[in-house]
C-alpha cells in the first residue's frame, strides 16, 4: 500500500515570486509519482510525472519536480508564478502495476497579486 | 471533444434513492477507474476496469454501490439508498493499456439532502 503526505494544506504567495509545494510518500513497492491540478469545478489535470530516469522533471506551465528516493519526497517547483496558478494542487503515487493513483489531501495555492 | 466525458455535470437527489452514473473514456483507452472526491480531500480510488472486466474494488465501495463497463466502453457507477455521506465528486479516468497518464473527466457531482 501506498500512502502520500501534502505538508502544506494552503500556501499564500505574492505574484512573481517562486513556490515549493512539498510531498512525501511511503510505499514497500516501486512507484511512479504525479503531480495534478485541479481548478474550481473542474477535473485534474497532469502537470508533470517521475516514472525514471532523470530525478529532475519538468512540467506544463514552467513547473518542475525533483524526485528524491531517500527522503521519499517528490517536492513541485515554480520560480515564477502567476495569478493563474491559483489552483488545488495534487500529489500522487501509483505502483506500477495496476496503477490506481493513491493522493495527497491537496495543496490551495493562492496567489496574491 | 475526444477526452473523458461525465453525464451528469451536477446529480441532487434526496436520501433513499438511488443514482447512476456514467463515464465515457476516450476511445481505445482500456483501463478505466472511479475515485470519489469529497470536500477539501484529494480523490480516493473506487474501482477499477481492464476493459469489461472489474479487476478491483475498494473497500471503500460499499454494497450499496455497483459499477458496470459493457463491451469495455462506457462505465456506469449506480448508488442505491443513497446517503447523505454519498455526497461527494464522483471522478472518471481512463489511461491506454501501455501509457502511465490517467486522463479525468470533469466528474459528477452528487448532493445528497
Known amino acids: 500500500a501506498q500512502s502520500v503526505t501534502q505538508l502544506d494544506s494552503q500556501v499564500p504567495v505574492f505574484e512573481e515570486a517562486p513556490v515549493e509545494l512539498r510531498c512525501n510518500y511511503s510505499?514497500?513497492?516501486?512507484?511512479?509519482l504525479f503531480w495534478y491540478v485541479q481548478y474550481p469545478n473542474q477535473g485534474l489535470q497532469l502537470l508533470l510525472k517521475?516514472?525514471?530516469?532523470?530525478?529532475l522533471v519538468k512540467g506544463i506551465n514552467g513547473f518542475e519536480a525533483e524526485f528524491n528516493k531517500s527522503q521519499t519526497s517528490f517536492h513541485l517547483r515554480k520560480p515564477s508564478v502567476h495569478i493563474s496558478d491559483t489552483a488545488e494542487y495534487f500529489c500522487?503515487?501509483?505502483?506500477?502495476?495496476?496503477?490506481?493513483?493513491?493522493f495527497g489531501s491537496g495543496t490551495r495555492l493562492q496567489v496574491q497579486p | 471533444d475526444t477526452g473523458v466525458s461525465q453525464d451528469p455535470r451536477h446529480k441532487i437527489t434526496k436520501r433513499g434513492q438511488n443514482v447512476t452514473f456514467r463515464c465515457d473514456p476516450i476511445?481505445?483507452?482500456?483501463?478505466l477507474y472511479w475515485y470519489r472526491q469529497t470536500l477539501g480531500q484529494g480523490p480516493e480510488f473506487l474501482t477499477y476496469?481492464?476493459?469489461?472486466?472489474?479487476?478491483?474494488k475498494s473497500r471503500l465501495l460499499s454494497d450499496r454501490f455497483s459499477a458496470e463497463r459493457p463491451k469495455g466502453s462506457f462505465s456506469t457507477l449506480e448508488i442505491q439508498r443513497t446517503e447523505q455521506g454519498d455526497s461527494a465528486m464522483y471522478l472518471c479516468?481512463?489511461?491506454?493499456?501501455?501509457?502511465?497518464?490517467?486522463?479525468f473527466g470533469p466528474g459528477t457531482r452528487l448532493t445528497v439532502l
Open positions: 476496469f481492464q476493459n469489461e472486466a472489474q479487476l478491483e
Open positions: 476511445s481505445e483507452h482500456n483501463r
Open positions: 479516468a481512463s489511461r491506454e493499456r501501455t501509457g502511465n497518464e490517467q486522463f
Open positions: 510505499s514497500s513497492v516501486s512507484v511512479y
Open positions: 517521475y516514472l525514471s530516469g532523470s530525478t
Open positions: 500522487a503515487v501509483s505502483d506500477t502495476g495496476r496503477r490506481a493513483l493513491t
